[in-house]
C-alpha cells in the first residue's frame, strides 16, 4: 500500500491520470472498474513525477514577506518583525529585518537569511552524514533552488539554502537522500532501500517536507 495520500474520482474514462491541484491534494482520476490494487501501482510508478509536480506548485504559491508574518527556520516558526537593522538577524523567535522594506526586499532578506545559515550548517553536517553512512562525495553545492530541495550529479551535491526551514532531522533526510544517489542514480528499489538503512523513518521526514512552502510557513 502506497504512502501517498489521494483522492480517486471514477467515471466513465478509458486511461488513468494524475493531478496535483493548487492546495498540493493529489487527485487521481480512474475508469469505473479499475482496480484499486491497479491504481496504487499505478501511483506508485509516477512517485518522481507527483514529487517534482508538487515542488513546482509549492514554489508558485505566494509567499507573504510582510512585517509580522512568518517563516519556519529549522523547523520552528520565526516572525518577521521590523528592527534597526541591516540585514536579518535571528532574535530567539524572532527573525529582525531593516525597517522600512517592500515585500520583495523582505524576501530577499529573508533568502539572505537562509543562504548564510546554510553555509555554515550545511557543508559540516554533509561530512558527518557522509563519514556515518560510509556513502562518499566529491563537492557540495548550496543554492537558492525554488523547485528542489537537492540533486546529485555523478558525485557532486546540490542542497537549496531553503532547506534550512526543515526541521534538523528533516534535513538529514535530504542529505541522505543525495548521498544514496551517488550510489544509485535512480528512485529504485534499491535506492530506497539504501536511504531507508540509514534513514529508516525517510516517509515520515519526505512528508514533513510536503507541508513546507519555501521560504515561509504556511
Known sequence: MTDIKYSIIRSDRRTVCITVKPDLSIEVRAPLRMKQSEIESFVLAKRDWIEKATAKMRA???A???YGSKIKFFGEELTLTAAECKKAVLSDNLLLVPKGLSSDCIKEQVVGFYRAEAKNYLPERVKE?????GLKYSSLLINSAKTHW?????????????LMAAAPDTVDYVIIHELAHTVHHNHSESFWALVAKHCPDYKARRNELKTITHYNGR
Not at 552524514?129 to 553512512?133: A, D, Q, Y
Open 60 to 62: 508558485a504559491t505566494p
Open 64 to 66: 507573504d514577506f510582510t
Open 129 to 133: 552524514i557522509s563519514r556515518e553512512t
Open 150 to 162: 537537492g540533486s546529485c550529479t555523478a558525485d557532486r551535491i546540490h542542497l537549496s539554502c531553503l
